[in-house]
């Protein structure tokens, strides 16, 4: 309900009128949220072009150490990333159950997808601990610093998304399916298909043209 008070206003003619102080509706746009987070988006969009540019400028500065051929495995890196693509498709099939208002399939279907993501940044973090062991560290070449800050940044960014994910859970365990979730799981799948899209251009630019001679 909205304060209101009385007062008489000199000119009226004796009338009453009420006079409004607070407005208790929402005045928020509908989709204001997810508006919003397009625009983050849009904002990550340029972080990860910039390492992607930095990359192509240093991504053959080998400084006499290992070159991209010698040091990255192509076949690891392949399950990696049919891992991260799966995820994206069971992610999908979350959100067609959430929209029938199907929980507990919904549930099942976010469970599976951190599982995929888990996966991928299990196997991520083991290439990363080989190129350590065998002295193809970050501080090794401007080729190895630009991969492990482009490659590395992106999978920070899968495992909020995976902390997110367990929250989300916990979320829609304790108050169901109710809008504010909805809302919260589809800003998710933005960012997790958005994720899904960066790692194509990650697995295209650096991997399959690293091992080209």
Not at 4 to 32: C, I, V, Y
Not at 109 to 117: C, D, F
Not at 168 to 195: D, E, P, Y
């Amino acid at each position: 309900m909205s304060d209101m008070t009385t007062s008489m206003t000199p000119g009226s003619g004796g009338r009453t009128e009420q006079l409004l102080f607070h407005e208790s509706t929402d005045h928020h746009p509908a989709n204001g949220t997810l508006l919003g987070f397009w625009v983050y988006l849009m904002s990550d969009c340029l972080i990860f072009a910039c390492l992607f540019a930095a990359y192509g400028v240093l991504g053959r500065e080998y400084a006499g150490g290992p070159t991209a051929q010698e040091v990255l495995e192509l076949p690891a890196v392949a399950v990696n990333t049919t891992l991260l693509l799966l995820s994206s498709i069971t992610y999908g099939f979350a959100v067609l159950a959430m929209q029938r208002n199907r929980q507990n399939p919904m549930l099942v279907w976010l469970v599976i997808t951190g599982l995929l993501g888990a996966g991928f940044i299990t196997l991520e973090l083991r290439e990363f601990a080989h190129l350590i062991s065998i002295g193809a560290g970050p501080q090794r070449s401007a080729f190895l610093s630009s991969f492990f800050t482009l490659v590395g940044t992106h999978g920070l960014h899968v495992t909020c998304g995976l902390i997110w994910m367990v929250v989300l859970i916990t979320q829609v365990l304790k108050k169901g399916l109710i809008t504010a979730n909805k809302r919260r799981l589809l800003c998710l799948s933005m960012f997790w298909h958005f994720l899904d899209v960066v790692w194509v251009g990650v697995f295209s630019f650096v991997y399959l043209m690293g091992v080209l001679p």
